[in-house]
T-cell receptor, first 115, second 111 residues
Framework: GAGVSQTPSNKVTEKGKYVELRCDPISGHTALYWYRQSLGQGPEFLIYFQGTGAADDSGLPNDRFFAVRPEGSVSTLKIQRTERGDSAVYLC?????????????FGPGTRLTVL | TQLLEQSPQFLSIQEGENLTVYCNSSSVFSSLQWYRQEPGEGPVLLVTVVTGGEVKKLKRLTFQFGDARKDSSLHITAAQPGDTGLYLCAGVEGSNYKLTFGKGTLLTVNP
């Protein structure tokens, strides 16, 4: 089947605006992860879902960031009152199980630019 | 805070040369993964190493996990232009599912 897909691939917004980034995981994968990759850096963990619930949101930088996964498949990362420092590539990954050795499959990312 | 240090940060070599990149940490990891990322794409898993001292080979790529499970290396033999990309190491601590990534090594192999 298809891999992890993310939409939009690029998003340009103005400071202070609200944005939503969407992730479609691989069908049947119960675990879903969001990471953020800034220029010249490796991806940084944001939040992890097991099924519909956020099992760990310790990586969200502040309360402007929120993510949901209402039906246990598609997830949306929501950013309120965007700031220029939010500009980055937002990566989504999914895995069959949330175990140490379980491979995480990454999507191509959404490049967010806040002007 | 990045717990994994990768070196070198940039590497430009000619086709046919050998190279080694390093991933070091003061933390012990239950497993360590190596990914390759190309522009506009997400990281793609190359290998997972779990046991201290483990060596895994993937064609021309050789991965080693340190005895203390704090460091790892990736050696490429006879590099080809298709090996060009960002090589990332990522560690998993304990039974945690979260990946902690290094900053990566940007490799360019010139024909």
């Amino acid at each position: 089947g298809a891999g992890v897909s993310q939409t939009p691939s690029n998003k340009v917004t103005e400071k202070g605006k609200y944005v939503e980034l969407r992730c479609d995981p691989i069908s049947g994968h119960t675990a879903l992860y969001w990471y953020r990759q800034s220029l010249g850096q490796g991806p940084e963990f944001l939040i992890y879902f097991q099924g519909t619930g956020a099992a760990d949101d310790s990586g969200l930088p502040n309360d402007r960031f929120f993510a949901v996964r209402p039906e246990g498949s598609v997830s949306t990362l929501k950013i309120q009152r965007t700031e220029r420092g939010d500009s980055a590539v937002y990566l989504c990954a999914s895995s069959l199980f949330s175990t140490v050795a379980n491979e995480q499959f990454f999507g191509p990312g959404t490049r967010l630019t806040v002007l | 805070t990045q717990l994994l240090e990768q070196s070198p940060q940039f590497l430009s070599i000619q086709e046919g040369e050998n190279l080694t990149v390093y991933c070091n940490s003061s933390s012990v990891f239950s497993s360590l993964q190596w990914y390759r990322q190309e522009p506009g794409e997400g990281p793609v898993l190359l290998v997972t190493v779990v046991t201290g001292g483990e060596v895994k080979k993937l064609k021309r790529l050789t991965f080693q996990f340190g005895d203390a499970r704090k460091d790892s290396s990736l050696h490429i033999t006879a590099a080809q232009p298709g090996d060009t990309g960002l090589y990332l190491c990522a560690g998993v601590e304990g039974s945690n599912y979260k990946l902690t990534f290094g900053k990566g090594t940007l490799l360019t192999v010139n024909p």
